[in-house]
């Protein structure tokens, strides 16, 4: 069983920054790809960004192109999510999710395990 904490989450006005971190244990870190997900009230559940298990592939959402960016610390567990012009529409829950040697999926059904959610709001 793999535990993944969301933090970073919260309020923040149109092209602010924030920092999404997700800290994991209970499994090798180092084995899975992580990826980033995020659902808005009444839509589905969308793909942001991934990374593979080895940090040499990673993927991201048009939407989110040039504006975030995915890394991992495999030494600290932990993968990050920079989320830099921030717009009304990024304003959503956002998971992170584990796939066990993964290459970086835009799938959820792809993913074994995933956090609980941080909130992210952003004003107009």
């Known amino acids: 069983q793999m535990v993944l904490v969301e933090s970073g989450g919260g309020l923040v006005q149109a092209g602010g920054s924030l920092r999404l971190s997700c800290a994991a244990s209970g499994r090798p870190f180092s084995t899975y790809a992580m990826g980033w997900f995020r659902q808005a009230p009444g839509k589905e559940r969308e793909f942001v960004a991934a990374i593979s298990w080895s940090g040499g592939y990673i993927y991201y959402a048009d939407s989110v192109k040039g504006r975030f960016t995915i890394s991992r610390d495999n030494a600290k567990n932990t993968v990050y999510l920079q989320m830099n012009s921030l717009k009304p529409e990024d304003t959503a829950v956002y998971y992170c999710?584990?796939?066990?040697?993964?290459?970086?999926?835009?799938?959820?059904?792809?993913?074994?395990?995933w956090g609980q959610g941080t909130q992210v709001t952003v004003s107009s």
């Open positions: 999710a584990a796939d066990l040697y993964g290459s970086g999926s835009r799938l959820p059904r792809e993913y074994d395990y």
